[in-house]
């Protein structure tokens, strides 16, 4: 993955002369690598069934979590649906 998305080449997301908007004042940091990341490698939901309480992966199915920016405090949230 660091390969496919280098951390330092050119970002218009980084381009702060360009990005005008949702800019944090205090702490704003270089990481359009991590936004190409998780468009790559995720998305912003997903539908996993649950059977008997568990979850009902296949065979070779997982759920990982990856982190492409810098470690911080993250919330993981559940909607579960049925009975």
């Known amino acids: 993955m660091r390969h496919l998305v280098p951390e ?3 970002y218009a ?3 702060l002369d360009r990005r005008t908007q949702n800019l944090e004042e205090s702490h704003e940091r270089r990481n359009g690598h991590s936004h ?5 490698l995720s998305a912003t939901s997903h539908a996993i069934p649950v059977a008997a309480g568990e979850p009902a992966f296949g065979r070779w199915q997982r759920l990982i979590l990856f982190e492409m920016d810098e470690p911080k405090e993250r919330q993981v949230l559940f909607h579960v649906f049925g009975e």
């Open 13 to 15: 997301h980084d381009d």
């Open 8 to 10: 330092d080449v050119y």
């Open 36 to 40: 190409v990341k998780s468009m790559l």
